[in-house]
């Protein structure tokens, strides 16, 4: 037994003598790497701390920004409210041309100022730079179109009209049944009553079209069909 016992004590000390040549050769290659490597990897360091930091800078001014925008928007809804028109106009306009997640907002109440002021040709131009903004929703940009030509229905060729209209008149477009009754009135402008008639029955059909304006595509069919 003692033997034995000789026998593990000499393999346990071997052990730790490998153990300790292993973490030697390990520490030798560390502070070699570190020797060839080390000025870069404190450059890569200070690198990352810099990123993180201008990232968080960023982050903080886009905070910023956000709540001076929004302080904006609301002094020019406090402005229309108390029946400051043109001033309220003015602030919309600088907050839509600011561009972040104000802009679309004041980009319609602007133009909804212009054509409460009674100009129809700058409320339509207002309307048209929002339906040409191609980073914005289609949705919106198809709204601002429509709103375009209800503002230069009265001086705009009809036949214009039909064709920005003719992409909205599709179904299962959700501005459709406005789509239509415009198209309809265009085209009645045009001189074309047969096709009017044609528009109008299809929006009387048209079960997704609001009742109202169903109602009133049925009584056109009425009249141009008497």
């Known amino acids: 037994m003692s033997d ?11 052990s730790d ?32 701390l810099l990123v993180a930091g201008g990232i ?3 982050r903080d001014h886009q905070l ?34 600011d561009g972040g997640g104000y802009a679309t907002l004041a980009s319609f109440e602007e133009a ?3 054509a409460k002021s009674g100009d129809r040709k700058g409320a339509a131009a207002a309307y048209d730079r929002i339906a040409a903004a191609s980073g914005l929703d ?7 179109t429509l709103l375009s030509v209800m ?15 003719a992409p909205m008149t599709s179904s299962g477009n959700p501005w459709r ?14 001189g074309d009553k047969s096709g009017a008639l044609e528009v109008y029955k299809t929006l009387a059909d048209d079960l997704a079209a609001p009742q109202g304006m169903r109602a009133r595509a049925a009584e056109m069919v009425v009249a141009l069909a008497s």
């Open 4 to 14: 034995y016992a000789g026998l593990v004590q000499e393999g346990v000390v071997v």
């Open 17 to 48: 003598i490998f153990r300790e040549i292993d973490e030697e050769l390990r520490r030798d290659n560390l502070l070699k790497l570190w020797s060839r490597y080390g000025r870069h990897i404190v450059t890569l360091a200070v690198l990352v």
């Open 56 to 58: 968080v800078a960023w």
């Open 64 to 97: 910023s920004e956000r709540r001076a925008q929004s302080m904006r928007y609301s002094s020019a809804l406090s402005l229309f409210r108390e029946g400051k028109d043109a001033e309220a106009a003015k602030v919309f306009a600088v907050i839509a041309q």
């Open 112 to 114: 909804e100022l212009l």
């Open 138 to 144: 289609s949705v919106f940009r198809e709204l601002a």
């Open 151 to 165: 503002q230069g229905l009265p001086d705009t060729d009809p036949h214009t009209v039909i064709d920005r209209l």
């Open 177 to 190: 049944s406005t789509a239509l009754e415009l198209t309809a009135t265009a085209r009645l402008e045009a």
